[in-house]
Every structure is written in structure tokens, then in C-alpha cells.
């Protein structure tokens, strides 16, 4: 019986013909495996290409997200956003998902940290990806629900109520991430990956080694390696840099502990205070609104991107086959 999953699900988009649709879903399951092992291979190569994403000192922190540069201002701007929630009322799912992954990623530090130490690529370049998709998140967190007031005595943070934040990739993907998480399916394929002390889940298994010994793992694989893949589009038709969120993200903690004092200043004081503070809402306005721009923009892009990328790949050219059948 066919097993559906995303590799399998771009064959079935791109098979031209009843023919070969029926072929597919005529795969038995070591030829699943065989499929799925080389479309996750494809899948991996192809977000690869795209190498030139500065992360920052993101992969310094080797696997260890707390000696992140901006970890602490990230982890300190959800809690102000907790605590602006639940003063407003009101339920914010994203919130929960960016909190849930940043505390996921923190969770599995000896996986990442040996991912580093044994320098095997993917659980490298997913460690990376995951941390800077946490980083921008919050930024947009904050773009897409803080407002700015600024009242006789202090600035005051105000909630914006809407839609909330839909489709986008970083969000949705850590989605992807948090439930790998909670069903073990991470664990079990990072070890995996770790055991055997390379990446033989990368389209590099010959067909009888897929039939043999990893169909489990070529099945985790299939779920787990796109959320690299699309997070890494992403990032690289972003326009806004690593920089820049973390800038928002220090600028409004300090805003915030200004507001926070300005009840025991003197009239004088909160004066001076206003009046500095509003070349900072200026400044926040104005990233808020080039962030908010830029995702509208880098989520079209990214997902139109990926659609075409997926359009190279058939049954044919992956089997290796003219009528579709693996030898094994």
C-alpha cells in the first residue's frame, strides 16, 4: 500500500500520465524506500545550492542555542509578549509554537552538539536554520501584534487584534519541527544519522540497503528533511539580515524597561525619556513594516520556488528506470 508523504506527493503532482500515477501507486514498499531515500536526497541537494545565508554567530554557538548572541533578548521579547497577551486577553498560537521550538532546540543540545562534533552536515545546517526560524519569528511576533502608544507619562505597548499570522513557512515549519519533537521521530533519525556516523539517508543507500535496513528511517526522513529544505528557501529570499531582528528585538526590551521605570521618574525626566523614545518608535515602526513587507514577500517567493525546484523530478528520473521499476 502506498505510503504518502511529501516526496512521494511531488511524483504524484508531477506523473503526466494515469500510467504512471497508477505505477506509483503501485510501489511496493522497498520500492518506496528506494523512492523516498533518492527524492530525499534530491530534496537535500537542492536547498544546498543555496549557500549564501549569513547566520551570524549562530553556528558558533555549536549546537548549544543558549550562547547564541541574541538568545537572551529573543527568550526575554516572547516573555514580554506573554505577558502583553494575557493582559489583552488574548490566545496567540504562534507564540506558543516559536516558545515550544526555542525550548525544543534547548532540549535536544547533545544531539546538535554531536551533530557538530561528528560534523555531519544536516543535523549542522538544521541546528542553523532552526535557531535563525526562531529569531525571525519573534521578530515578526512582534512586528505583527505590537503597537506603540505613546500616552502623556511613558510609551505604552498595546496588542493588535486580526487574523494573526497564516502561511508563513518559518512559523509552519516549526510546526513541522515541534511535532517530530513530541511523536520521537527527530530523535530516532538524528541518532540515526549519528550511529552510523554519516549521511546515508541522502539518496546514498544503494536499493538493497533501502529494502534491507532503513525503510523506518527513510520514512522519518521524508517528514523531517523538507522542513530544512523550506525553511532554508526561505531564509535565502529574505531580505531582511539576522542583524536587523535581533537590532528590533534589542530596541524593544529597552523601550520596554524605560516604560517599565517611568513611573517613578519626575516629570522632567519622563519628558526626556518621551522625547528619546520617540525616534525609537520611529525605528520600530519602520522595521516592523519592512519585516511584515518582507515576509509577504519572501513566503510567495520561497513556496513559487520550491513548487518549480519540485517540477524536475518523476518517477522515471528517480528510479533510474524507463517503466518506473526498481531492481532490487
Known sequence: MLKKNYCINILLENATSYTERARIHALTEAEQAVVNDRMIGNLYNSALKKKNINFDDIPVSKGDIQKVS????????????????????????????????????????????????LDIGFLITYY???????????????????DYVKTVNSVEFQMRRGKGITGNLCIDNLRKFNASIK????????????????????????????????????????VIVPVM??????IYEGRVSLAEYLQQ????????EVRVKASSMNAQERNRVLAKQKNAID??????????????????TAI?????????????????????????
Open 283 to 300: 525605528r520600530l515602526e519602520k522595521i516592523a513594516d519592512k519585516i511584515n513587507v518582507d515576509h509577504q514577500i519572501a513566503d510567495r
Open 183 to 222: 511523536d520521537g521521530s527527530f530523535v530516532k533519525f538524528a541518532n540515526g544519522l549519528m550511529n552510523n556516523n554519516r549521511e546515508n539517508f541522502l539518496g546514498a543507500a544503494s536499493a538493497g540497503a533501502a529494502a534491507a535496513s532503513v525503510v523506518g528511517a527513510v520514512g522519518i526522513g521524508a
Open 304 to 328: 513559487k520556488k520550491i513548487k518549480q525546484d519540485n517540477k524536475e523530478w518523476n518517477l522515471t528520473n528517480v528510479s533510474g528506470n524507463n517503466d518506473g521499476f526498481m531492481f532490487i
Open 70 to 117: 541574541g538568545y537572551d533578548n529573543m527568550v526575554a521579547c516572547l516573555e514580554v509578549l506573554n505577558g502583553l497577551a494575557r493582559k489583552f486577553g488574548m490566545k496567540i498560537e504562534e507564540l506558543n509554537v516559536v516558545e515550544t521550538a526555542v525550548a525544543n532546540i534547548r532540549a535536544n543540545k547533545q544531539i546538535f552538539e554531536k551533530g557538530f562534533g
Open 249 to 256: 528585538q534589542a530596541d524593544m526590551l529597552e523601550m520596554n
Open 229 to 234: 529544505r523550506e525553511l532554508i528557501y526561505w
Open 128 to 146: 542553523n536554520v532552526l535557531v535563525y526560524a526562531c529569531i525571525e519569528s519573534t521578530s515578526l511576533l512582534i512586528s505583527s501584534y505590537i
